[in-house]
């Protein structure tokens, strides 16, 4: 394969560039096109992966599959609250039931575990995190609106055997995705590079 001719300086540009955007951000009823979502998907399935597991696996949530999810997290949360004995908030369980609907996908990230692969956990999620990245950069170079939210189900005992996950298989969040309600893109803002870089030359 002939080395690709990458332009630098607009790689610079969309890593740098690439913002979240949340909920009150959305644009609300004016819906991705899903084949920008195939592309995201497609980004991510570009990630590194270490001996080629592969081991993102993504569920995408839209039209009516969005309602699904945000009943489900709504009364998942409840029942938990009942089971558990921990308060229950009015406020929280409305955002359960509504935020996903403000949106025009979500995409659920699960890391699934190759059995015997050997292959250290972190590494799996390490390479999970960078398919999502991938996503991120696709999406924030669309022009939309996006996050990763690791709220509601993500750590919820309950979720697992519901996700279909087993042994160290994770669910890791969450991934939003809409039009934006401003042309306005947020500012970014880094410390220094330096500041976190030790440089040994000898």
Same mark, same amino acid.
């Given at each position: 394969?002939?080395?690709?001719?990458?332009?630098?300086?607009?790689?610079?540009?969309?890593?740098?560039?690439?913002?979240?955007?949340?909920?009150?951000?959305?644009?609300?009823?004016?819906?991705?096109?899903?084949?920008?979502?195939?592309?995201?998907?497609?980004?991510?399935?570009?990630?590194?992966?270490?001996?080629?597991?592969?081991?993102?696996?993504?569920?995408?949530?839209?039209?009516?599959?969005?309602?699904?999810? +945000?009943?489900?997290?709504?009364?998942?949360?409840?029942? &938990?609250? $009942?089971?558990? *004995?921990? %308060?229950?908030? !009015?406020?929280?369980?409305?955002?359960?039931?509504?935020?996903?609907?403000? +949106?025009?996908?979500?995409?659920?990230?699960?890391?699934? &575990?190759? $059995?015997?692969? *050997?292959? %250290?956990?972190? !590494?799996?999620?390490?390479?999970?995190?960078?398919?999502?990245?991938?996503?991120?950069?696709?999406?924030?170079?669309?022009?939309?609106?996006?996050?990763?939210?690791? *709220?509601? %189900?993500?750590?919820?005992?309950?979720?697992?055997?519901?996700?279909?996950?087993?042994?160290?298989?994770?669910?890791?969040?969450?991934?939003?995705?809409?039009?934006?309600?401003?042309?306005?893109? %947020?500012?970014?803002?880094?410390?220094?590079?330096?500041?976190?870089?030790?440089?040994?030359?000898?």
């Amino acid at each position: 394969m002939e080395r690709p001719d990458f332009n630098i300086e607009e790689v610079n540009k969309i890593i740098r560039g690439r913002r979240s955007m949340f909920v009150a951000q959305f644009k609300e009823n004016d819906p991705v096109d899903d084949s920008i979502i195939e592309e995201m998907l497609e980004n991510a399935n570009w990630a590194p992966t270490h001996k080629l597991t592969q081991p993102w696996r993504f569920i995408v949530y839209t039209g009516a599959g969005l309602k699904k999810f +945000a009943d489900y997290q709504a009364e998942l949360y409840k029942k &938990r609250a $009942e089971k558990n *004995g921990t %308060p229950f908030i !009015e406020a929280t369980y409305q955002r359960f039931k509504e935020n996903p609907l403000k +949106a025009s996908h979500v995409i659920a990230i699960l890391m699934n &575990r190759t $059995e015997g692969s *050997g292959i %250290p956990v972190m !590494e799996e999620i390490a390479a999970v995190s960078m398919a999502v990245q991938n996503m991120y950069l696709t999406a924030c170079a669309h022009g939309l609106a996006c996050y990763w939210g690791t *709220g509601g %189900p993500t750590f919820w005992e309950e979720a697992r055997e519901d996700f279909g996950l087993e042994g160290e298989d994770m669910l890791m969040g969450f991934f939003y995705v809409a039009k934006p309600a401003t042309d306005n893109w %947020p500012a970014g803002k880094r410390e220094p590079i330096a500041d976190r870089v030790g440089w040994i030359r000898e």
